[in-house]
């Protein structure tokens, strides 16, 4: 109060600052091979769409979005700023990504249920980002499974469980798509973050 009346310049941005502080924010990573999905995911996830044509991702783009933790008693509500870190996929990658995993509390790992090597390149990127980041938290997703018959989804999300790692929260298959899991992906990971 006493920085408002000083200097009323100044004290509205220390007003400000204190609303967007009191917000909690954390930054997460979408990581996985070249064409999974990852913006796709993104781009469901925050502004409700989905294009088929590839998004080209230019460096690394933030998307901020706010999510309401629901909690079985509302008054325990909790909001969460998310900032979603996308980067573009190239072998250039394998260079910068301590930089860009730099600080990230949680990820998501994407793979394509219908491209066998990016799901074996699963466990090379939960190493990868878990070096950087020992604390954090991850979620797989096992993306495109409206592409797949239903029957088999099961079978696939089995053997890409994690078990024997206490980091992996849970794997799940969704489709940027159809918007299936997607929500339920950054829910799960957002509630492990507070
Ligand atoms: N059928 C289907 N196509 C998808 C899905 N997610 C992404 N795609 C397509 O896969 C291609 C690569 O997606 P993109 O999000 O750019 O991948 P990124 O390189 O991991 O960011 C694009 O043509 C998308 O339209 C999905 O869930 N289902
Ligand atoms: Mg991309």
Same mark, same amino acid.
């Given at each position: 109060? /006493? @920085?408002?009346? +000083?200097?009323?310049?100044?004290?509205?941005?220390?007003?400000?600052?204190? &609303?967007?502080?009191?917000?909690?924010?954390?930054?997460?990573?979408? #990581?996985? %091979?070249?064409? #999974?999905?990852?913006?796709?995911? /993104?781009?469901?996830?925050?502004d409700r769409q989905f294009s088929d044509k590839y998004l080209s991702? #230019?460096?690394?783009? &933030?998307? +901020?979005?706010?999510? !309401?933790? &629901? %909690?079985?008693?509302?008054?325990?509500?909790?909001?969460? $700023?998310?900032? /979603?870190? =996308?980067?573009?996929?190239?072998?250039?990658?394998?260079? &910068?990504?301590? @930089?860009?995993?730099? *600080?990230?509390?949680?990820?998501?790992?994407?793979? =394509?249920?219908? $491209?066998? !090597?990016?799901? @074996?390149?699963?466990? !090379?990127?939960?190493?990868?980002?878990?070096a950087v980041n020992p604390q954090a938290s991850i979620v797989i997703a096992l993306n495109k499974s409206d592409l797949i018959e239903t029957?088999?989804?099961?079978?696939? +999300?089995?053997?890409?469980?994690? !078990?024997?790692?206490?980091?992996?929260?849970?794997?799940?298959?969704?489709?940027?798509?159809? *918007? @299936?899991? #997607? =929500?339920?992906?950054? $829910?799960?990971?957002?509630?492990?973050?507070?």
């Open positions: 109060m /006493i @920085t408002l009346l +000083r200097n009323p310049v100044s004290g509205l941005f220390y007003i400000l600052e204190k &609303i967007i502080m009191s917000t909690i924010s954390k930054k997460i990573c979408l #990581v996985g %091979d070249f064409g #999974v999905g990852k913006t796709s995911l /993104i781009r469901r996830f925050v991702t #230019v460096g690394v783009k &933030i998307s +901020r979005k706010i999510v !309401d933790l &629901i %909690d079985v008693n509302p008054e325990n509500k909790k909001e969460l $700023q998310l900032l /979603i870190w =996308d980067i573009e996929g190239s072998n250039k990658f394998k260079a &910068i990504a301590p @930089t860009y995993f730099q *600080g990230a509390k949680g990820a998501i790992i994407v793979a =394509d249920v219908t $491209q066998q !090597d990016t799901l @074996t390149s699963i466990s !090379d990127h939960i190493q990868t980002f878990l029957e088999y989804l099961e079978k696939i +999300r089995q053997m890409y469980q994690f !078990d024997n790692n206490n980091h992996v929260l849970s794997t799940y298959v969704t489709s940027a798509k159809t *918007g @299936t899991n #997607v =929500d339920e992906i950054f $829910q799960l990971l957002s509630h492990s973050l507070v």
